[in-house]
């Protein structure tokens, strides 16, 4: 049986394995190139299912690979988005304390901006942060004028768009499921799929819920396992919709690795309350009572997991109390705007998160990549990866470039 040639084959495409794609066929135009998705459409996990923020990278340590790459991301996707008019909309954000106890720790969210070089922002007053959100109380609060809301679907099928554009036989193919992958002896790995295999000289894989398992099926060794975490999201109700301009969001609680619930103005109209962030049984089930044997098997056999709910377990509670009770999610989203009411909030979707945790149970901070023979396993693409994805896609490109002896 025959079967077609591809000097890189890309394993996932989200938004992360998308723009690889098209940042290693800008850089290498001599090279085919084949994107292989196992879901009908692209973007039908993580980057379809988030809540559409343009971030401006002021939550994350300075220096950090996330950091730098958010702001240089953010950055080079307004330029993009702006040359092939994708709607989207910088309209910005209030970070909002409410409690003393937060003060301190909103002083370092907003030190870290400053040492991000996040553009333009500003501590503000209880009467700025009404000037702002009229419904929003608060005693303190940071304005960010550069975040921005978009949806990132339209990103990446521009990106699709653009890889098919060159005709230079760089494709995208969806329906295809990797199953396994045969190492040949000419150095070339047989990728395959319920569809069919496909050759490569390298293998580049961006699998976000499903990254350990590819790696795994290269036999490939990673110390580190992804669990779901699912966000349940609210939307204001037409009666609830005039008490939020843009976006809202809490100081985080910087002993939980979530940034708390918010609200945010979608791009296609509407605006969303939440998420929060719950463990799920089941990688790719979107509704609250989805169950996967083999994904639960999977999370509480890695240690990591076990480790990380001891850390964590008292917030894990409340998220799930969280997740069942409308009345206690509308008391949290209450701390943020006090005059919200049950019938201006109605259940709307949930999204789920990849979150790659080492053996000692905590949750990976930065980029990971695992790489042997002629392959690269990316373990983890951290958020704000949607924002950063031209960024992440270019540092994937460029760590190819070396690894790959690409010329």
């Known amino acids: 049986m025959s079967t077609t040639h591809y000097d890189i084959i890309i394993v996932g495409g989200g938004i992360v394995g998308l723009a690889t794609a098209y940042k290693l066929q800008s850089q290498n135009p001599t090279k085919t190139i084949l994107v292989l998705e196992k879901e009908k459409e692209v973007a039908a996990h993580q980057t379809g299912h988030n809540s559409g923020v343009i971030h401006s990278g002021i939550y994350y340590k ?11 991301g953010r950055r080079e996707l307004l330029a993009f988005v702006k040359e092939h008019n994708i709607p989207h909309d910088i309209c910005g954000k ?12 909103m002083n370092k969210v907003f030190a870290n901006g400053v040492a991000n070089d996040v553009e333009g922002i500003e501590m503000i007053d209880a009467n700025r942060i009404s000037e702002i959100e009229p419904h929003c109380k608060g005693i303190a609060g940071i304005w960010v004028p550069c975040t921005g809301i978009i949806d990132y679907t339209d990103v990446a099928r521009k990106y699709v768009e653009l890889i098919h554009a060159k005709n230079n036989g760089c ?17 070339t790995t047989d990728v395959v799929t319920e569809k069919g295999n496909f050759n490569a000289t390298y293998i580049i894989s961006c699998a976000g819920l499903q990254a350990d398992r590819i790696t795994k099926k290269d036999h490939v060794k ?23 301009k843009n976006l809202i969001y809490p100081v985080p609680n910087p002993e939980f690795p979530f940034l708390g619930v918010h609200f945010t103005r979608m791009i296609k109209g509407g605006v969303e309350c939440g998420p929060n962030a719950v463990f ?20 509480f056999g890695f240690m990591g997991t076990w480790k990380f709910f001891k850390k ?4 894990g509670l409340d998220e799930y109390r969280g997740a069942f009770s409308k009345a206690y999610f509308l008391n949290r989203l209450r701390k943020l705007i006090p005059d919200l009411q049950m019938d201006d909030i109605e259940p709307a979707r949930c999204g789920i998160r990849a979150m790659a945790l080492s053996g000692e149970g905590n949750m990976l901070d930065d980029f990971k990549i695992e790489f042997s023979g002629n392959s690269m396993h990316v373990i983890n693409s951290p958020s704000p990866a949607a924002t950063a994805s031209l960024a992440y896609g270019n540092e994937i490109a460029e760590q190819a470039k070396k690894y790959f002896k690409l010329g």
């Open 62 to 72: 300075p220096g950090s690979y996330k950091a730098i790459k958010c702001v240089e």
């Open 94 to 105: 209030i970070i909002v304390a409410t409690e003393e106890s937060e003060l301190a720790h």
């Open 171 to 187: 494709k995208v193919l969806t329906s295809h499921k990797v199953t396994d992958f045969i190492k040949k002896s000419d150095h």
């Open 222 to 244: 990673t110390d580190s396992a992804i669990v779901g975490f699912r966000g349940d999201y609210y939307d204001l109700t037409e009666k609830g919709r005039s008490k939020v």
């Open 280 to 299: 799920v049984f089941d990688r790719e089930g979107y509704s609250k009572t989805a169950f996967s044997l083999k994904d639960t098997l999977a999370a």
């Open 312 to 315: 964590h377990w008292r917030f």
